[in-house]
């Protein structure tokens, strides 16, 4: 059975930062792109990071410079390192093997003071 399961969301001030990552099983994690998504208060779901099968990385402009996607492969783990928060990017954040249909349940996320 294959389970994405994310982690690491949390109440955060402005500025902040938070670390997410998405645990992959039954799934190997360096075989597929990988994505993270996020769906915003009165927003669909938009692509926030992928990282590429070959490590290429590709960031949505709103947070390129503040976010970075990683992957572990010994952990089959992927990482969403989210620094200088703010209050837009509340939402509940979810990771994809991209093209396979399995997506997590999501984690979220929370910028307030």
């Known amino acids: 059975q294959v389970q994405l399961v994310e982690s690491g969301g949390d109440l955060v001030q402005p500025g902040g930062s938070l670390k997410l990552s998405c645990e992959g099983s039954?799934?190997?994690?360096?075989?597929?792109?990988m994505a993270w998504y996020r769906r915003t208060p009165g927003k669909q779901r938009e692509l926030v990071a992928s990282v590429h099968v070959y490590g290429n990385k590709n960031y949505a402009d709103f947070v390129k410079g503040r976010f970075a996607i990683s992957r572990d492969n010994a952990k089959n783990t992927v990482w969403l390192q989210m620094n200088n928060l703010n209050v837009l990017d509340t939402g509940v954040y979810y990771c994809?093997?991209?093209?396979?249909?399995?997506w997590g349940k999501g984690t979220p996320v929370t910028v307030s003071s």
């Open positions: 994809t093997a991209a093209g396979t249909g399995y």
């Open positions: 039954g799934l190997n994690v360096s075989a597929w792109s």
